[in-house]
T-cell receptor, first 114, second 111 residues
Framework: DQQVKQNSPSLSVQEGRISILNCDYT??????FLWYKKYPAEGPTFLIS?????DKNEDGRFTVFLNKSAKHLSLHIVPSQPGDSAVYFC?????????????FGKGTKLSVIP | AAGVIQSPRHLIKEKRETATLKCYPI?????VYWYQQGPGQDPQFLIS???????DKGSIPDRFSAQQFSDYHSELNMSSLELGDSALYFC??????????FGQGTRLTVV
């Protein structure tokens, strides 16, 4: 059973516009959420994270929003750039000892069109 | 800045052979994770170590074992390799409860 779901396998956006990537989770024990960006044949690169005590975290062009009641988070990239084209993974982690594993979604492939 | 180092980057093995993948975490990170990513799949958690002790276990086959050594590097040992073990294997490290940083991965091909 997929505990972290990214329902859009792909997304195309024009350069300069906003990219919105969505993620839903089912495990209410998750309290820390991360977004990773991955290029082919490379390891995932950490982008931004958010703790469940917050509803928004911003870092430059990247903003993550968390709606805990809906068990939903989203990553906004604005403005989108061609170099942002990659697969974006949402990941979640539980709280407390023995909960260090990250559970990943299946990823969303973002294509930013020049 | 130092990153997570994995070796080798590429490995080709025959069925039923063994393979050892190595991971050198970011200095002062105390947690190491191993993930397996099959073609078109999301990364699947295998196992993690905190301060050289196994801290969590995921979908790691019994044919696989891992350990973290006194210098914090970790090795994933894979025996009786099967064609289905062909995948990208990622190691990540973190300082406990912070974000994990991933290595470039080892691409294992079993023929």
């Amino acid at each position: 059973d997929q505990q972290v779901k990214q329902n859009s396998p792909s997304l195309s956006v024009q350069e300069g516009r906003i990219s919105i990537l969505n993620c839903d989770y089912t495990n209410s024990m998750f309290d820390y959420f991360l977004w990773y960006k991955k290029y082919p044949a490379e390891g995932p690169t950490f982008l931004i994270s958010i703790s469940s005590i917050k509803d928004k975290n911003e870092d430059g062009r990247f903003t993550v929003f968390l709606n805990k009641s809906a068990k939903h988070l989203s990553l906004h990239i604005v403005p989108s750039q061609p170099g942002d084209s990659a697969v974006y993974f949402c990941a979640a982690r539980g709280h407390g000892a023995g909960s260090y594993q990250l559970t990943f979604g299946k990823g969303t492939k973002l294509s930013v069109i020049p | 800045a130092a990153g997570v180092i994995q070796s080798p980057r590429h490995l080709i093995k025959e069925k039923r052979e063994t393979a050892t993948l190595k991971c050198y975490p970011i200095p002062r990170h105390d947690t190491v994770y191993w993930y397996q990513q099959g073609p078109g799949q999301d990364p699947q958690f295998l196992i993690s170590f905190y301060e050289k002790m196994q801290s969590d276990k995921g979908s790691i086959p019994d044919r696989f074992s891992a350990q973290q050594f006194s210098d914090y590097h970790s090795e994933l040992n894979m025996s009786s390799l099967e064609l289905g073990d062909s995948a990208l294997y990622f190691c990540a490290s973190s300082f406990v409860n912070t974000e994990a940083f991933f290595g470039q991965g080892t691409r294992l091909t079993v023929v």
